[in-house]
């Protein structure tokens, strides 16, 4: 049976259910026989077009709705953000700012655990197989955990676009930006220390504390003391800044020395789920998600998480909705519901 008559009959079933009627029930609404009706539900007979006509008002749906499968996916150049790491290449397809953009949805950078919806396959790097139909999204890059909460601040402001995360370090998440792969990159540094992103604009996020994470009853206080113990240490990929911190703080001591350094956790709760669940003994994240993860925290720095826009694109209505989003209470509201997050800086122009 081809997959489009099998999606046709299955819309066209699901419509019926829908409804409450039998499949003898639907015939008689439309003058065929049941007989018909359940060759078109099993994807072996196409309806006419008066049929078709009249199965669409009986059942409250167009003949678009239930009979149509859209336009076949084409090849389009678009630029993915990252090799597949699956065999399907299954991704989502963002525009931003007019350049088509495929975010992977498989391999360990995928966001959110389970299976999300796909618009496209990446065939390679510089090409995907897929619809021109998803236009919407605001594409952020970083590593903040609760970049999420931008979803629900972005419908609470009136905003239809759909939220789409790309989790990586700061110095990855800026380097995207300035390729123009993403309409927002999120970076955080130690508070008050000076910074400069020419051809950006920053607005402040949050406020948090970076530092040391372990198990309550085994704390780690300092990284040499635990150096010496056999400690592992569940590390940060090159270029986050969570690295970039440890790499300051572990003195005259070669990376070799530390076992687990090696080790690459894409972000600050997977971190803190690696202690957690005895996979590492300690790690560098932030207080919110080693409080998340029921951990003990030794403070390293005092950071602030900012969003970073590009200056060229302050009239877009991509910005504009990013910035609605960032005004809204809501999104004050849940960002201070989260222990070891300060609102302070929200909306600010850093």
């Known amino acids: 049976m081809a997959e489009t008559g099998a999606s046709q009959g299955r819309r066209l079933r699901l419509a019926r259910l829908a409804r409450g009627w039998s499949q ?6 439309c003058g065929v026989s049941r007989q018909a009706v359940a060759g078109m539900e099993a994807g072996n007979w196409q309806p006419s077009l008066p049929v078709a006509i009249r199965m669409g008002s009986a059942l409250g749906r167009s003949v678009e709705a239930l009979f149509s499968d859209g336009d076949p996916p084409e090849l389009l150049p678009a630029t993915a953000l990252a090799e597949p790491s699956g065999p399907s290449g299954r991704a989502q397809l963002v525009e931003v700012f007019g350049r088509l953009v495929a975010v992977p949805q ?3 950078l995928a966001a959110v655990p389970g299976f999300g919806p796909s618009d496209c396959q990446i065939q390679a790097r510089d090409s995907v197989l897929g619809r021109r139909s998803r236009s919407s999204d605001l594409l952020v890059a970083g590593c903040d955990p609760a970049l999420p909460l931008l979803a629900e601040a972005l419908r609470a402001s009136g905003s239809q676009r759909r939220l789409t995360w790309w989790p990586c370090g700061s110095a990855r998440a800026a380097q995207l930006l300035q390729d ?6 999120a970076i955080h540094h130690p508070t008050g220390e000076r910074w400069e992103a020419p051809g950006h604009t920053a607005i402040g996020f949050a406020r948090w504390r970076e530092g040391l994470v372990s198990r309550p009853g085994e704390e780690v206080v300092e990284i040499a003391a635990a150096a010496r113990q056999g400690l592992r240490i569940a590390n940060r990929e090159p270029g986050s800044e969570a690295r970039q911190l440890l790499d300051q703080t572990i003195g005259g001591l070669a ?10 956790y894409r972000g600050h709760l997977p971190v803190a789920t690696a202690v957690a669940d005895r996979g590492a003994d300690y790690g560098v994240a932030t207080e919110a998600a080693g409080l998340a993860s029921g951990l003990s925290f030794v403070e390293l720095t005092e950071e602030d998480s900012l969003i970073l826009l590009p200056t060229d694109r302050a009239g877009s209505q991509e910005v ?5 989003a960032l005004a809204h209470r809501s999104l004050a509201e849940q960002l201070g519901s989260i ?7 929200l909306g600010e122009e850093m």
């Open 24 to 29: 003898s029930e639907l015939a008689e609404q």
């Open 180 to 185: 123009q792969l993403v309409h927002c990159a």
């Open 339 to 345: 222990p070891g997050y300060s609102t302070a800086i």
């Open 320 to 324: 504009a909705d990013l910035l609605a």
């Open 255 to 264: 990376p070799g020395e530390i076992p687990g350094y090696q080790s690459q």
């Open 106 to 108: 498989e391999g360990p």
